[in-house]
């Protein structure tokens, strides 16, 4: 609610919070997959940039740097949880960009505890002198899910688990491209570019696109209305 609400208005937020609580798709969060563990991290990190921001009488730009460094923890413990959140980058980078004055060095700033969080377990592998057993678990993990199963097949499932949703997401993000909408965009396209290119996946990793289906669909409802 506090994501859309921020971005757009408390209508949008409402209808996006009432779609992600009562459709059928996110009842895949309620599911024991790492994807529902990081969600709420990825959407902590999302939120706290909209609080990064704020503006005196003079509507100058002061940046609180705390929050940005505890968005970029969140984001790092999402990708620390599954890798596959590290497309979540731009997005988040984007917001703190726009929110910071277009200042690349609050960009960096964030981008310490993102890089660092995750490269914890790369670097504790080493310390043990098993960094090519880390290196042979990581290669084994992509290579076991290897099926012909395609974005195409997860879409799909979209359908059959959830229609509304999937069309209303889907024509939401439609309007999104033509409004150019950079956060919805930002949040969806690397997410998927990622699944295409890796070239296997199931319906539960589309669980991170869950929220901007809501977000979406909701600013779709209130342009059509």
Same mark, same amino acid.
């Given at each position: =609610?506090? &994501?859309?609400?921020?971005? /757009? ?24 997959? !790492? ?33 940005? !460094? ?13 890798? $596959? ?14 929110? /910071? ?7 960096? !700033?964030?981008?310490? $505890?993102? &890089? ?37 097949? &997860? ?7 959830? =229609? ?5 997401? &889907? ?18 396209? $690397? ?8 070239? =296997? ?21 209130? =342009?059509?209305?």
């Amino acid at each position: =609610y506090k &994501i859309a609400a921020r971005k /757009s208005n408390q209508t949008v937020g409402f209808i996006a919070a009432i779609l992600f609580a009562a459709m059928p798709l996110s009842q895949l969060t309620r599911n024991i997959w !790492l994807e529902s563990i990081q969600l709420p991290l990825i959407l902590m990190s999302v939120l706290l940039t909209s609080y990064s921001k704020r503006l005196d009488n003079n509507n100058n730009i002061h940046v609180n740097y705390s929050i940005i !460094l505890i968005s970029g923890i969140f984001l790092g413990l999402a990708i620390f949880t599954k890798i $596959p959140a590290f497309t979540f980058i731009p997005v988040v980078a984007f917001l703190i960009y726009v929110n /910071s004055n277009k200042s690349f060095n609050t960009v960096e !700033l964030w981008f310490v $505890p993102v &890089i660092i969080i995750p490269l914890v377990w790369p670097a504790y592998a080493f310390s043990i002198g098993e960094f090519d057993k880390w290196i042979d678990g990581m290669l084994w993990q992509v290579e076991r899910f290897k099926e012909d199963r395609t974005v195409t097949d &997860i879409l799909h499932s979209f359908f059959k688990l959830d =229609y509304v949703l999937a069309i209303l997401g &889907i024509a939401g993000i439609i309007l999104a491209a033509i409004k150019k909408d950079i956060f919805v965009l930002l949040w969806t396209i $690397p997410f998927v570019v990622f699944v295409y290119i890796n070239g =296997y996946a199931s319906h539960f990793h589309f669980i991170p696109l869950i929220p901007v289906f809501c977000i979406a669909s909701s600013e779709l409802i209130t =342009y059509l209305a």
